[in-house]
């Protein structure tokens, strides 16, 4: 059963950081992008970074410097390192998978829970 699992999230100051985890079951990050995309409330869903099969990042420019995507292959996850924490930054942050490379939104065809970010003093 393909599953993703994210977890991390929680209440941090303007200024912090969280790292949040995808744990991929069912698959191997190797034959997968992954995508992390948020979700603040009245607004649409949008992409945040990815990670492709072989290891190729992008990020959005709104994160670009504060945000870090990684993979530990062992542990079939991957992280979301943010740095500089910002209020707009408060969503709820989701995990996605497709085949091979990054792609739009409506390209990924697994997806976590989510776990939510609050950014605030």
């Known amino acids: 059963q393909l599953q993703l699992v994210e977890s991390g999230g929680g209440l941090v100051q303007p200024g912090g950081s969280l790292r949040l985890s995808c744990v991929a079951s069912?698959?191997?990050?190797?034959?997968?992008?992954i995508g992390w995309f948020r979700q603040a409330p009245g607004k649409e869903r949008e992409g945040v970074s990815c990670?492709?099969?072989?290891?190729?990042?992008n990020y959005a420019d709104s994160v670009k410097g504060r945000f870090t995507i990684s993979r530990d292959g062992a542990k079939n996850t991957v992280y979301l390192q943010m740095n500089s924490l910002k209020p707009e930054d408060t969503a709820v942050y989701y995990c996605?998978?497709?085949?091979?490379?990054?792609?739009?939104?409506?390209?990924?065809?697994?997806w976590g829970q989510g776990t939510q970010v609050t950014v605030s003093s």
């Open positions: 990670i492709s099969s072989s290891g190729s990042t």
């Open positions: 996605a998978a497709r085949p091979l490379t990054c792609g739009g939104l409506t390209e990924y065809t697994y």
């Open positions: 069912g698959f191997t990050l190797y034959a997968s992008a």
